[in-house]
């Protein structure tokens, strides 16, 4: 079992950065394959982007692709987001999420462990 907790949100100006992170306590952690989620006010949440066991494969949102990166560090028990080139419309609250397989999925039903979240919010 992992336990999901994100950090690194905060309030940026368009263009700006931003990198997440999502330290996930428990043993096993390698075991997981990882995922970003994000939800906007009024909207249902969304995946953003997602990451393998080992780190080999990565898969993301069109609306991010080019602009976001997802990685991760086994030893440290840690994936991260990095956000570059944001936009208004990526603000949301983010949502780091686990899941026990080694292949990432975009399903949000795929993953059994989350976080609470953390806002991001991107000014014009």
């Known amino acids: 079992q992992v336990q999901p907790v994100e950090s690194g949100g905060g309030l940026v100006q368009a263009g700006g950065s931003l990198r997440l992170s999502c330290a996930a306590s428990?043993?096993?952690?390698?075991?997981?394959?990882m995922g970003w989620f994000r939800q906007a006010p009024g909207k249902e949440r969304e995946f953003v982007a997602a990451?393998?066991?080992?780190?080999?494969?990565?898969n993301y949102a069109d609306s991010v692709k080019d602009r976001f990166t997802i990685s991760r560090d086994n030893a440290k028990n840690t994936v991260y987001l990095q956000m570059n080139s944001l936009k208004p419309e990526d603000t949301a609250v983010y949502y780091c999420?686990?899941?026990?397989?080694?292949?990432?999925?975009?399903?949000?039903?795929?993953?059994?462990?989350w976080g609470q979240g953390t806002q991001v919010t991107v000014s014009s």
């Open positions: 999420a686990a899941k026990l397989a080694a292949v990432p999925g975009q399903s949000q039903g795929e993953y059994d462990y």
């Open positions: 990451i393998s066991m080992s780190g080999s494969r990565t």
């Open positions: 428990g043993r096993t952690f390698s075991w997981y394959a």
